[in-house]
């Protein structure tokens, strides 16, 4: 008993752990789903604001180179000397130096009509340029596959300014100082736009390595949560428990020696009784009508105080696990006849009719004889108990159709069972009892034990009743209860 104990405490130790493991898991993986996107939208944000800032270094180097022109073109003396270096030229020698430089980036100017084919947009470049004429957006960015990997696209719009008309400025169409044809664009036109492409990989590879980290700590957190929880269950719940379980074993098992004990101790001197009142019943000895009557009442006080007594060992016996069902062939027609033998002088004695009747088709089954007999036995006690003068109880056995099973009712003309009281009489130290009547007594273990022996014998009990018209006790039980 103590291992099984033992046993179903670490079972429940490991249900709960169970539990508690499957929650921080399910919490885990609803953490790393909201986490991952976390991570892309941030990722997202990070190399955005990493664009735009290499956007304005370009940016700030093409104005640089603009505004020099001046320095640029003019000699000391004052005379124009164009150089060939302006800000197109130099914004596109420092792009395409960082891009050499740098681990897959590129820098790269993009524009409609080109007057260099470096400079004509690609799909992405072009939809950008698009949204740029309309005035839409300035900027225009995303995550998009180019040339077999994933990278981050951003284009920003370059706009036409005060410098940029010697070269782009009217009139159309004439030759402009670097020998390029004038377009007739003016301040504030779209000139192209500056196009980076940023790679993913080493962003790519730090959210991984942040994902790992965060799963690791889940996991080590995890191990720790189980690690407690494990240690205070076991502690505080546990270890208690099964002591608790040991303590009320024992002290059940104390109860039921006890009880079983008490019962036996009551059980002889009930029996000595019972057999001095057939001695002196059967004795040649002149008797009088008060002296036969008063052992009468002796005796069948008696009866009813050894069947209490029986009843309540036969229940200590039933829950301590002793009680042990033996199987053999039983005629029923020699149950029920030993039951009519005892219960008939009470039955006379209170002018009760009783009856019985065994349908002749009925077999002998396998069952345990002894179990039939206190089930039997309790159903027509009852049914005598409840019954009053001039009333009458009958026992009936037949075999049922489907040829698997026999019902042995007990019926009666008595009080009656309310309804609502249906269910708690088969309940320990539960009766149905009617006022005024001075021979309703009992433990109320009797149909407890009946459904309880019923049940172990593989068969069903049913109960119909209605006040003041009489109950009915119908006993299922199979053919062959061993199988």
């Known amino acids: 008993m103590e291992r099984s104990m033992v046993v179903d405490n670490r079972h429940l130790s490991t249900k709960f752990t169970v539990l508690v493991t499957s929650v921080i898991i399910v919490a885990v993986v609803i953490y790393l789903a909201w986490s991952i996107n976390m991570q892309q939208a941030a990722t997202e944000d990070k190399v955005l604001a990493e664009a735009r800032t290499l956007s304005i270094q370009m940016s700030a180097a093409w104005d640089y180179i603009n505004d020099s022109q001046t ?25 395409q130096r960082f891009t050499r430089q740098s681990e897959g980036y590129i820098i790269r100017y993009a524009r409609e009509n080109p007057r260099s084919g470096t400079d004509e947009p690609d799909v992405f470049e072009r939809k950008a340029l698009t949204l ?31 410098n940029c008309l010697p070269c782009h400025g009217e009139p159309a169409g004439e030759k402009d100082e670097t020998g390029f044809i004038k377009e007739g664009m003016k301040v504030g036109d779209i000139a192209g736009a500056s196009s980076i492409i940023i790679p993913l990989d080493l962003y790519a590879k730090e959210a991984r390595t942040r ?7 889940f996991l080590v957190l995890l191990f720790v949560v189980i690690a407690v929880v494990r240690f205070a269950l076991r502690k ?45 019943e059967k004795s040649s000895r002149e008797k009088s009508e008060d002296e036969q009557r008063l052992v009468q009442e ?11 007594v029986n009843n309540t060992i036969d229940v200590a016996r039933l829950e ?36 019985k009747r065994i349908s002749p088709d009925t077999p002998i089954i396998i069952s345990d004889w002894e179990a039939l007999r206190k089930i039997l036995m309790n159903l027509v006690s009852n049914a005598l108990k409840f019954t009053g003068a001039g009333g009458k109880v009958d026992i009936s056995v037949s075999y049922l159709s489907d040829r698997s099973r026999v019902v042995i009712q007990v019926a009666d003309t008595g009080a009656g069972i309310p309804e609502k009281d249906h269910d708690q009489i088969f309940e320990r130290f539960t009766q149905s009892t009617q006022p005024g009547d001075e021979r309703i007594n009992g433990s109320g273990l009797g149909l407890f034990l009946v459904k309880t022996l019923t049940e172990k014998l593989g068969g069903e009990i049913e109960v119909d009743s209605v006040v003041e018209r009489g109950s009915s006790f119908s006993v299922y039980v199979p053919i062959d209860s061993s199988k």
Not at 77 to 94: N, R
Request: net charge negative.
């Open 236 to 280: 505080w719940v546990t270890e208690p428990l099964t002591q608790a379980n040991l303590e009320l074993h024992d002290e059940n098992e104390m109860k039921s020696n006890f009880l079983t004990i008490m019962s036996h101790e009551l059980k002889t001197p009930l029996s000595s009784i019972i057999a001095f009142t057939d001695i002196w």
């Open 320 to 355: 301590a696990g002793r009680f042990e069902i033996t199987y053999d062939e039983v005629e029923l027609v020699d149950i029920v006849s030993a039951v009519v033998s005892v219960a008939h002088p009470i039955a006379v004695k209170h002018n009760i009719s009783l009856e």
């Open 132 to 162: 740029f004429a309309t005035g839409e957006s300035r900027e225009q960015y995303g995550i998009e596959k180019y040339k077999g990997e994933m990278v981050f696209r951003y284009t920003s719009a370059i706009e036409i300014r005060h």
């Open 298 to 308: 002796i005796k069948e006080n008696s009866r009813t105080l050894l069947n209490m």
């Open 211 to 217: 994902t790992l980290q965060t799963i690791g700590f």
């Open 71 to 95: 320095a640029i073109n003019y000699n000391s003396d004052g005379s124009y000397d164009f150089k060939g270096v302006y800000c197109s030229i130099a914004g596109k020698d420092i792009a």
